[in-house]
């Protein structure tokens, strides 16, 4: 397993998660069922809504790095459950294609602008690999058949998720703390939060002493991620020191 996912990877991993969403859909009873962990939507929803987003990405890519929206999705997808798999697994495609295209480095519109994900073309790859990979678990829940989401992915998502959700430039309304986050497969990550804003890195070595965090979660990766996401209860962690924190950072939403 790589320590961190490079382009092809993310490219790789992309498509791979593509072709288990489609397997979960192609699974289900019908594309009617309703999806737990996506409230109100049916599993027809949610293919739409990736479907679309992928589309809408790949022209925001391809549109280069002056653009300043993302792109508005064609609303086309076929109603049968072939078609809109094909339709889909063409998405993906169009998505791929943008990236390799435009390659890493290239600059491209996102709406996480004042967090620590770059503005770049693998920064837009790795959030398109964490969408994929969380709706690949709605759409196997909704199929009745969850699987864990790779280690491989878990762990990147991780910290995808710290580095673009949980960082900003954004003030931290509540008193300076820290929270740290730990993967039973041995990696760990601190998110900072000040006055200043909010950051996170990965933690090579124990924290010095009189450095603990305020509060800690730990799990498997899978776990983790899939709490950071909302589609488990954060209960399911192994916590430690302040829960209030936590509490207060499901309650924060600063502006990105």
Known sequence: MHDTLDFPDLLRLIDRRGA?????????????????????????????????GRRA?????????????????????????EALLDWLAAATRELLDALREAGPDRRCWAWWGKSQTPLTCAGVARRQLHEMAVHTY????????????????????????????????????????AADYHATEGRSWRNWLSADGSRAARVIAPPAEGDAATASARGTANELVLALYGRIPLDSLELGGSRRLFDQLIDWDPEQ
Request: glycine letters at 4%; hydrophobic letters at 50%.
């Open 138 to 177: 709605d759409a196997q829940v909704a199929a009745g058949v969850p699987e864990p989401v790779p280690a491989e992915v878990a762990l990147d998502g991780v910290e995808e998720f710290l580095l673009t959700f949980c960082t900003t430039t954004v003030a931290w309304p509540h008193e300076p703390a």
């Open 20 to 52: 288990a969403f489609r397997a979960a859909v192609a699974a289900a009873p019908s594309l009617d069922v309703p999806v737990p962990t996506c409230p109100e939507w049916t599993l027809a929803d949610l293919v739409r809504h990736l479907g679309e």
């Open 57 to 81: 990405w790949a022209a925001t890519i391809a549109a280069g790095p002056d653009a300043t929206a993302k792109a508005a999705p064609p609303k086309t997808a076929p109603q049968e459950r």
